[in-house]
């Protein structure tokens, strides 16, 4: 089992910068590859950035490539999303996300556990 709490979320101008941490408990989470979704008013939640088990790879959505960066400290059961250059499209709540299985996820169907959530408002 793994429970996820994430922070840093808020309020911050077209331009800005954020980072959103989400910390991990649970013994599998230096097995687990972690992720980061972002659901708008209205919309689906979807994919934004991917970080394997032990950090050598990352993938990431192609509206945030170049702008976020995620990481991971396994000695701190911690992930973190770096997000820079944010615009108001990016406006939304921000679930982390662990994979118990073996792989990365995607996609909501390839993730065994979620957190609460954290609000990101880009104002422009």
């Known amino acids: 089992q793994v429970q996820l709490v994430e922070s840093g979320g808020g309020l911050v101008q077209a331009g800005g910068s954020l980072r959103l941490s989400c910390v991990a408990s649970?013994?599998?989470?230096?097995?687990?590859?972690m992720a980061w979704f972002r659901q708008a008013p209205g919309k689906e939640r979807k994919f934004v950035a991917v970080?394997?088990?032990?950090?050598?790879?990352?993938y990431y959505a192609d509206s945030v490539k170049g702008r976020f960066t995620i990481s991971r400290d396994n000695a701190k059961n911690t992930v973190f999303l770096q997000m820079n250059s944010l615009k108001p499209e990016d406006t939304a709540v921000y679930y982390c996300?662990?994979?118990?299985?073996?792989?990365?996820?995607?996609?909501?169907?390839?993730?065994?556990?979620w957190g609460q959530g954290t609000q990101v408002t880009v104002s422009s």
């Open positions: 996300a662990a994979r118990r299985r073996t792989g990365l996820a995607y996609t909501s169907t390839q993730v065994d556990y």
């Open positions: 649970g013994r599998t989470f230096s097995a687990s590859a």
């Open positions: 970080i394997s088990w032990s950090g050598g790879g990352t």
